[in-house]
């Protein structure tokens, strides 16, 4: 133990002030909650690639489509399928498309029929959630009921059935009849999230009405419980967007996607498939690769968002 | 358990047929109505099916007959196949499937957890960031893509894996993978964070301080208690790998009951969609069942709770 | 006579995302044989992590030994190997822990859970092994124990858990028994029974024990010596006596006073101490307690005290006690 070399002089000895002492003292700053979550999302590195990803998807989906001058559905058929150059950079198709132009156009396809898709998840979810919180207990079971079987029937099998049936034989489905079906039974977990939540807003209702504290209270409660459910949600929604990509992008491989000259990414690629067998493997691959691209951003951003808002990873 | 069991055969049961009935009314349900007399079939075809559905009768007349039929087996006839029914086609292509889902299975819960558990035990080391990439690229990428990308870069180059078809072990390697990956990267990220919730546990403090050895702590203590979340998703992940399969069996030209369904698609043979549909769905639920039973019997607090302590 | 666990300056620190927080800030006591010393202190004083220190079962990231030595029959643990440790772990040293709901292995029988720890140590058949492990829930009072190993620890209550607990811990008639607050989490009849428990065993096997609690009950009613600890520090030690009739150090005072007593009247207030202790990111320079002592003097604030002494081995860490303070107190009581 290190002695400390000092003088010891009586006048040490004297009490110490009441003002000099502070007994609640409280050394670290508290952090707010949202900024704090912004914070930790920003150290994941990942999470920022995946939202970098997104972003640039985004804008190049409307942007990328006039940077070439070709069109979508301008056909040279003297270029056909023609390997990527510096004046087709993706190549072209097989009926001599400029596939960098085609990928933009649908990459717009696929994310907007992503979002469309979790923004509908989304509404019917806290829909449904909620008017099932709201009601009444039977009421309730019998909603959570329907919804568990909902659930527990094959989210794709039923997307393509719908669109076998809603698609003119032959070629493809219309856009509101894909994001429809993928929207159908994708809402279960966001209505059992705000179930749950609601349920609990009822239950310290009720308390507070027991102990008559006022509608002050409500609304301290209000700043707690939507604070809560916006976390979750917000991650809901965020990995609810690559499922739905993916689902469009299997249908697309199955022939039930969009109606050609409309593309989205999904089609590319099924379109693409012939290609392989003859060597012009990038018709697949280029559009399989932004598919890919654009789930990996959602997901790793959905997981940064998931993990930032966990209260028990706060440091 | 035997009150939570028959529950759960009776909620299955009701699924199946829910599937059923939306089916059947979706395939009614197509414009342009298939099944009738005016539709686009080949006289002979429609013979047959007026015989066996009574096509001219009202729907609600059809739907059961047609129940009737599958609850004896039987799955009805191809439209537009007039050598095979359904059944035949099944029976065709089903253990092909089969096979490679189990496969495709093996590979998701064996080599997943694994890759879990080692991210876990490493965590923020380098095995952990390794194991993670791939399990995001495995959820990112499409069970299709995967294959596309092994046949290009890898069939083509390694001579003994072939490009697509079916018949020797060599056959099933590549698309078993495709199709699992994806369900491997699930079961690993599971397993990862199952794991390291279990780590922090306070029984893991007390095995370690009981002076047992390592290996034990991570498989007796830590490994026993993380994979029971795993179990639970088992039902979601046969689920996946159904649809994975008729996309990896359309690009290997894999000769399965997923290749069917898909052709029975683009043909529009509704007959052939409403049967393969079913069947898949009572495998589906078949699977989703067992599961449940698995989970029963592995976590020793649900067993004994049910058995009304 | 040899003591059987010397603990010698230690400093354990951990490396968090805002710096370093000094956990245990420099502590040294001793444990006789069948010696009963019990460590004192609010929550976030250091005794946990020094009762898990002693067997290294701290989390080595992000925990580290700063420095000191632990000493167990003369050996320094922190020189050893983690298979020499292996081999002190439930053997010569075991532990308990604080809440039995969650320290047993829900997937594992209890039965496989003792015979576990033994047949490490031990070279013993499963049989023989599973016969130990009978014997030993009999001895804590387990009912019908050749039924008991095979089941699992949901179906035992709380108080049982923690007779389980105890059980596997002294299987192996370990020489230190440590003890992490094996109480807290029960209720107060299954409390003394527990206590009861642990005093028998130790008779039986002439074992030390370490106690750590913030239960002054618990430490009367079981301990030989008492360490007092604070925010990282010891700030006073002794025999029962000493701490309970003749407490040296303000914090001790203010702990035995806060205690309710029976006989406490409607318009008494409780005596809880006001404040909260310090950061340990930045540990105080001075007394550690100086900002919530009423009897803090000048010097207090930024000069740590040393340990004085009150007699045969009871001291505390204060400056009140220096000699200093004294005459400057008799001055002022002249001058006034």
Redesign the interface.
Known sequence: MMKEEFTISPDMFLPASEEDRDAEKIRRPSIDYWPDVWRRLKQNK?AMVGLIIIVVMSIMSFVGTEINGFKYYEQHYDLINSHPDSVHWFGTDELGRDLFTRVWYGARYSLFIGFMAALLDFVFGVLYGGIAGMATRKVDAVMMRIA??IY???????V???S???ST?GQGSSLFVMILAMSLTGWVPMALLVRGQVLQLKESEYVLAAESLGADHRWILKKHIIPNTLGPILVNVTLSI?RAI?AE??LS????GLQAPKSSLGTL?NDG?AG?AVGH?YQ??IP??F???I??GF??LG?GLRDALDPRLRQ | MKKYLLKRFV?AI??LW??VT??FV??H????NPFAKEGKMPEVVYENLQKKYGLDKPLYQQYVIYLRNLLKGDFGDSMKSRVETVNDMIKRGFPVSAYMGFQALLIALIFGPALGALAALNQNKWPDYLSMVIA??G????S??MG??F??FIARKVSWLPIGGWGTFAHTILPSFALGLMPLAYTARLMRSSMLEVLG???I?????????KS?VIL??AV??AI?PIISVLGTLV?NL??GS??VE??FGIPGLGMFF?KS??N?DYTL?MGT?IF??II??IS?LLVDLAYMFI???IK?AEEG? | MGKVLEVKDLKISFKTFFGEVEAVRGISFDVGKRETVAIVGESGCGKSVTA?SI?Q?LPMPPAFFKGGEILFNGENLLDKTEKE???????QI??V???PM???????KIGDQIV??LR??RKLTQKEAEQKAIEMLDLVAVPQPEKRIHQ?P??FSGGMRQRV?IA??MVSTPQLLIADEPTTALDVTVQAQILELMKTLQDRLDMSIILITHDLGVVADMSDRVIVMYAGQIVEQGTVDDIFYRPGHPYTRRLLASVPHPNLSKDEPLQAIEGSPPDLYVPPKGCAFYDRCDRAMKICKDHMPEFISHGDSHCSRCWLHHPMAKQVQDLGKEGA
């Open positions: 990942l568990e079987i527990s029937i094959p989210y794709l099998l039923i393509i059935l719908l076998v049936v809603f034989s690559p993916f992008a299997t491989f199955l022939g039930l690629a498939l392989m493997s697949i691959l399989a690769i598919i890919s691209l789930m990996f997901n790793v997981d | 909620m009701f699924t829910a599937i939306i089916t979706l395939m349900a197509v414009p342009g995001i690229l959820i990112s990428v499409p299709f893509i596309t990308v046949i290009q546990q306070d029984y403090k007390t095995a370690k301080s009981k002076g047992i050895a034990a007796k203590h026993r208690n029971l689920s159904l649809v008729f996309v359309k690009i898909v698609i683009s529009r969609i549909t898949y769905a589906l639920i989703l976590d020793p607090r004994l302590r | 898990n067997m079962l440790m292996k081999e002190i772990r439930g053997n075991s532990m822990f604080q809440d969650t320290s047993l292995n829900p997937t594992m576990e720890g490490e140590h699992y949901h179906e607990m596997l811990a």
